[in-house]
């Protein structure tokens, strides 16, 4: 029998790898989406590092899980400042020069660390401020991208791009705390803060190669035109949020992310297990960190199914108890480092597919003229979430354990999500092929 006679076969395969791989057609197709995705990538890696460093150096500093978890709050001030204040102006201006803007304050925040690390024990205030800083321009940096995603790709392609944005994330994560936990080990902090200012520099070049992305013509823009913003600019602030009001699925989304993070994210504690349960060094830190993000990466270079899943909030609910389950496991794990990271893994590959999903239902629901807006409601819950989960972590760590901390939060985001979708049936019934479902 000739090869020529059997030509389904290799051509099934094929079709079941391409519907399992993700889809790279965003980055062939769409220049400045891969232009912007490389950006990204780049300065994502150095600040995976300097978020390592932040964590072991205060823990360094203080010898205290609780003042680990202050850092969540620290930055969650101006991260929320920056992504909801500010978030009128990427309606309004061109999102390439505040993308430029943005990442030159990182790279700021990254000289303030840098520097005051030459110290061998800095002020703890400087410590926090370099990460209060980094934090505001990061936040409002991944707001303006946000916005800019949905029109650098036509419609059919943005869920792959988006996926793709997971996949750059997670590669980001998984590379930049392993290397930044080794360069700590190895050459110090000092060393670790000068790579991130280093990656910024290269962010910096490529932006300016994206072309000039201008907003569609909006409110926002007559208001800042007519030099009214003062008096009218906190009504376009909380416009993002007036856009949410009687959208529960669209609420619920948020809501979900939330549950998973504020209980269910144990980074702040990573330290400590490193030191107290697998008696090991900033290494192990490392690793903790980007354990997660394994899983994250592989779920979501497995993703190819994802575009056809229709019922895409029932897919959010379930992502979100394996995250839960993935945390338990976790913290069950005692001093089983290798059983520890693949817990840790499970659940960054369950989190990654409900983003993926979230991202799509609310990207697909928003118009243009509100997604810079939007966009910072958005950013202020996925990159607040973390952050408030930190302070929950470290406080319920302080007064109970750290192992304790873990396990009740991995429970608490299982229990959490299923009473959301009790409260919510919307979201368990939302298919992307009915529009109308959106307002169940």
Known sequence: ????????????????????????????????????????????????????????QVYAITDSVAAVGLIGLVQFIPLALTTLVLSPVIDTYDRRKLLLIGQIGQA??????????????????????????????????????????????????????????????????????????????????????????????FTILVCFL????????????????????????????????????????????FYADLIAMVFGMPRALFPVLAVTQFDSNSTIVGLLFAAVSVGALIGALSSGWVSRVKRQGLAVVWSIVIWGIGIVGFGVSGSALGLALFFLALAGAADVISAVFRNTILQVNVPDDLRGRMSGVHILVVAGGPRIGDVEAGLVAALTSP????????????????????????????????????DA
């Open 108 to 201: 700021g925040a990254a000289v303030v660390l840098l520097v005051a690390s030459f110290s061998d024990r800095p002020p703890l205030e400087i410590i926090y401020l370099g990460g209060a800083l980094v934090a505001g321009f990061g936040g409002f940096s991944l707001a303006v991208r946000s916005a800019m995603t949905p029109n650098l790709v036509t419609p059919e392609q943005l869920p792959a791009a988006l996926t793709l944005n997971q996949v750059m994330w997670n590669t980001c994560l998984i590379f930049g705390p392993a290397i930044g936990g080794i360069v700590i080990d190895q050459f110090g902090l000092v060393w670790a803060y000068g790579i991130d200012v280093a990656t910024f520099s």
């Open 403 to 438: 192992t304790i901390s873990v396990i009740t939060g991995g429970l608490a985001c299982i229990v959490g999500v299923l009473v959301l979708a009790v409260k919510v049936p919307g979201l368990v019934r939302y298919r992307s092929d009915d529009p109308k479902s959106i």
């Open 1 to 56: 029998m000739k090869r020529s006679d059997l030509p389904n076969q290799p051509r099934g395969w094929s079709k079941l790898l391409r519907g399992l791989v993700v889809d790279t057609t965003p980055l062939r197709a769409a220049r400045d989406f891969r232009l912007l995705w490389l950006a990204e990538m780049v300065s994502e890696a150095g600040s995976q590092i300097t978020l390592v460093a932040l964590y072991v």
């Open 210 to 253: 994206i072309h000039p992305q201008l907003p569609i013509k909006t409110d926002a823009i007559e208001i800042i035109s007519n030099n009214n913003f003062i008096k009218k600019g906190w009504d376009q602030v909380f416009e993002g949020f007036r856009f949410l009001r009687g959208r529960k699925i669209l609420q619920a989304t």
